[in-house]
């Protein structure tokens, strides 16, 4: 194969409106992508999960006003990009399958994840269908074909955040693509299928990791990742004006802050393409000329602190258990629950008696899960935390980081830490209220004055 394989995804901004999506499409054109994977509009997922949990609620003035905002912003872009006859009666028929999700969800006043994950698959359907059109008046000479990523990304059946498999997916990818250089696909990000035909999610913020999937699938040379800032900054622009943007990151460091709430990359994303040693490159659709990040293997240059990362909306679980001295298999027992709850952990440590960790707020709503922690131990529940990140090189032979760390922020209570476990982070936990602040103050003494 003579020319460069490419796998170009762009984010719901970059779907935003015609003039977002004839940026992107004219991205996509100049650099001969041969697959394009879209996510939802903007603000679209949101939608249909309000649709969704309204319909469940018997809120229908609510829910109808939703589904009519999004038939309208839909029916309205189609329009805009050229209301081909096809393209329409595609939509209609989203429109119904939209509609009979909702009479159903609302005379059952059951919400299923399954019916959940069809309802938002609908966004990334919606706005692929729409930007097919729009490539394809952007490349008159090719032939630009929709690509139902639920036959490619095949997933198990975990709705909500379903787990992709890897080799089907390879299987499929080959299979069912023409990489020749004659055909052009765009897909949806964000959804996959089971083998019994349903469809799933990947869950939030997923289309960047379905992109790396494919990429991973075609053997691709690059994947591109094309959002609303110009590239993986030193943390998030939104929160720390004076953050930069890093022409270069390695995997592991660029993994290390998806994981630990760099939401620009979905966390999964890093792992595809180092399997199959892929540059990642980020950059900003509506900057396309600017250098962006690029994402390889190694790279020349790796400073202790590189960036800073948050995740809101933690909580602090600590489990004791009296026993626990001199027992064996307390933290077995503890993390087979974890596990079988599919519960990720982020931040542990133990005393002789207890053991604490940081957890999503969302997990404590699962209540079976807390009801099966309390076999293992007493719980104690402390929520409205962030989890504060840096991400750098050989963090545990900086014998002056924890210092510079504590003095820079000692107004603030550190109510737990960790360092050791990978040289690439140092995460401690601190209140929300207090995160925005800490960032900014160990971006200025870490990062700005280094
Ligand atoms: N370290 C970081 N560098 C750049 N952007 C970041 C970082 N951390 C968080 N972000 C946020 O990620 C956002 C882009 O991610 P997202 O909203 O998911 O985009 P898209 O819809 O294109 O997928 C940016 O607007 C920015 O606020
Ligand atoms: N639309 C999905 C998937 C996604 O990744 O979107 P974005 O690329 O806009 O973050 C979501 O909102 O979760």
Known sequence: MSHALIVSKFGGTSMGDLTSMQRSALISAERKS???????????????????????????????KLVFSVKERHLGLAGQAGGQ?????????????????VQNISL??????????????????????????????????KKVTLLDA????????????????????????????????DQVYVTQGFI???SEGNTTILGRGGSDYSAALFAEGISANVLEIWTDVAGVATTDPRLCPTARIIPELSYSEAGEMAQYGAKILHPATIAPAVRKNIPVFVGSSFEKDLPGTWIRTSVDHRPAVRAITKRNAQALLTIT???????????????????????????????????????????????????????VGNINI?????????????LTLKPSLAKTIFSTIDAVNIRMMSLGASSYNFNFLVKEEDSKSVIQKLHKTLIEEV
Request: hydrophobic share 40%; proline share 2%.
């Open 192 to 194: 996959g299928g089971d």
């Open 108 to 141: 059952l006043k059951e919400l299923t994840p399954r019916a959940y994950d069809h309802i938002l698959s609908l966004g990334e359907r919606m706005s692929s269908l729409i930007f097919r059109d729009v490539l394809q008046a952007a490349l008159p000479n």
């Open 382 to 394: 402390e929520a409205g935390y962030s989890l504060i990140s840096l991400i750098g090189n050989e």
């Open 34 to 64: 041969t697959v394009v994977v879209v996510s939802a509009t903007s603000g679209t997922t949101d939608k249909l999960i309000e649709i969704a949990k309204s319909a469940s609620q018997g809120r229908m003035d609510d829910c109808e």
């Open 321 to 375: 258990t009296p026993s626990m001295y001199n027992a064996y298999g307390f933290m077995s027992g503890l993390f087979e629950v974890f596990g079988r709850h599919r519960v990720s952990v982020d931040c542990v440590t133990t005393s002789e008696i207890s053991v604490a960790v940081t957890v999503d707020n969302a997990t404590l709503e699962n209540e079976k899960f807390i009801r099966d922690l309390e076999t």
């Open 85 to 101: 006859e096809q393209t329409v009666a595609m939509l209609q028929s989203y429109f119904t399958e939209l509609d009979l999700l």
């Open 150 to 181: 639920r036959t490619v990304i095949k997933t198990d059946s975990n709705f909500g955040k379903a787990t992709p498999q890897i080799d089907v997916i390879e299987r499929e990818a080959m299979a069912r693509m023409n990489l020749s250089g």
